[in-house]
């Protein structure tokens, strides 16, 4: 025992500090913080990291804080020449190209259908307005090529056309990891005529949901630190919505004439709804005309700290 506490007095401070270090650093470029290119520049100082060992190594024979101190000065000092190096000399733009893709699925004579879409991040709109026999097309608009990225499968059976889209669902892990602010920019459009249910799944992205013209049947939203707009169905008949969030805006506009039934259960969230239209019963908010409305819909909600407006 005597010989371990020996040992760790002896090794210093000098790698942990280091790792603190990087940790600091490596936070202040998911905060955008840091310069572009930083990590570039750090990468071609990489032989000062060895003149930290070596330093430690040779003066902790000495003191141990004489060698911790002295690896932790050249470590600092490689990340502070890294920082001035980027902002002197910034890495150029035209290594991140942009381009367009698109998405076009047949509606193949589908009388119903189910979409499943996966957003990791970036910004969709859906809205109805699909061209003539098409029951989804679209595409990405001025989104970084590093970080775009879409895939499509379709399978149809009795009727049913199933649609999963996986929106910039390829995540980079490589170092240093992308810039945030490089997002794609999604705008999807729905056939208005055909029977269907929706789910997303959604990460911190923004999410603009024109459901007015569509036919939704259910629509079912999993979300985490989203931006959420939603325009519920006005001529579906019956639509059952489920919202699942944690710290997220939600907006959620009710069409003039269907009415409505909401269920809330949260945290501490702030809940606005217009109680003139769907005034409070119990522990849900309903229309009054609820049960004989031609258009009507439920909606659920479960939220952490949240902040959701319903009009």
């Keep these: 025992m005597s010989?371990?506490?020996?040992?760790?007095?002896?090794?210093?401070?000098?790698?942990?500090?280091?790792?603190?270090?990087?940790?600091?650093?490596?936070?202040?470029?998911?905060?955008?913080?840091?310069?572009?290119?930083?990590?570039?520049?750090?990468?071609?100082?990489?032989?000062?990291?060895?003149?930290?060992?070596?330093?430690?190594?040779?003066?902790?024979?000495?003191?141990?804080?004489?060698?911790?101190?002295?690896?932790?000065?050249?470590?600092?000092?490689?990340?502070?020449?890294?920082?001035?190096?980027?902002?002197?000399?910034?890495p150029t733009s035209h290594s991140l190209s942009i381009n367009t893709e698109s998405i076009s699925v047949k509606s193949d004579g589908a009388e119903s259908a189910r979409l499943e879409l996966t957003v990791a991040a970036g910004d969709l709109s859906l809205t109805g307005g699909a061209p003539a026999g098409l029951l989804l097309s679209g595409g990405s608009h001025g989104s970084v090529a590093e970080v775009t990225?879409?895939?499509?499968?379709?399978?149809?059976?009795?009727?049913?056309?199933?649609?999963?889209?996986?929106?910039?669902?390829?995540?980079?892990?490589?170092?240093?990891?992308?810039?945030?602010?490089?997002?794609?920019?999604?705008?999807?459009?729905?056939?208005?005529?055909?029977?269907?249910?929706?789910?997303?799944?959604?990460?911190?992205?923004?999410?603009?949901?024109?459901?007015?013209?569509?036919?939704?049947?259910?629509?079912?939203?999993?979300?985490?630190a989203a931006d959420i707009d939603v325009v519920l169905p006005a001529n579906a008949g019956r639509t059952t919505t489920e919202f699942s969030i944690g710290a997220a805006e939600l907006d959620i506009t009710v069409p003039a004439g269907v009415a409505a039934r909401i269920d809330f259960d949260g945290g501490i969230s702030s809940l606005d709804i217009d109680e003139s239209r769907f005034p409070k019963q119990g522990d849900r908010y309903v229309s009054p005309d609820f049960e004989s409305a031609a258009n009507r819909v439920t909606i659920k909600i479960e939220a952490g700290v949240s902040d959701i407006t319903i009009s």
């Design 149 to 224: 990225d879409q895939r499509v499968s379709v399978r149809t059976s009795d009727g049913r056309r199933t649609v999963d889209v996986r929106l910039n669902s390829e995540w980079n892990f490589g170092f240093p990891p992308p810039r945030t602010t490089s997002r794609g920019s999604w705008v999807l459009r729905h056939a208005e005529g055909i029977p269907t249910d929706i789910r997303i799944e959604t990460g911190a992205s923004d999410l603009d949901l024109d459901l007015r013209e569509l036919n939704v049947q259910s629509l079912n939203v999993d979300g985490g």
């Design 3 to 90: 010989d371990s506490r020996s040992l760790a007095r002896q090794s210093g401070f000098g790698f942990a500090g280091a790792l603190i270090l990087l940790g600091v650093f490596g936070l202040l470029w998911n905060f955008n913080v840091l310069p572009d290119g930083f990590w570039g520049e750090f990468w071609t100082l990489w032989p000062l990291l060895l003149v930290a060992i070596g330093a430690n190594l040779i003066l902790s024979r000495q003191r141990a804080w004489l060698g911790s101190a002295a690896a932790l000065a050249v470590v600092t000092g490689s990340l502070a020449a890294a920082w001035v190096l980027a902002v002197v000399d910034p």
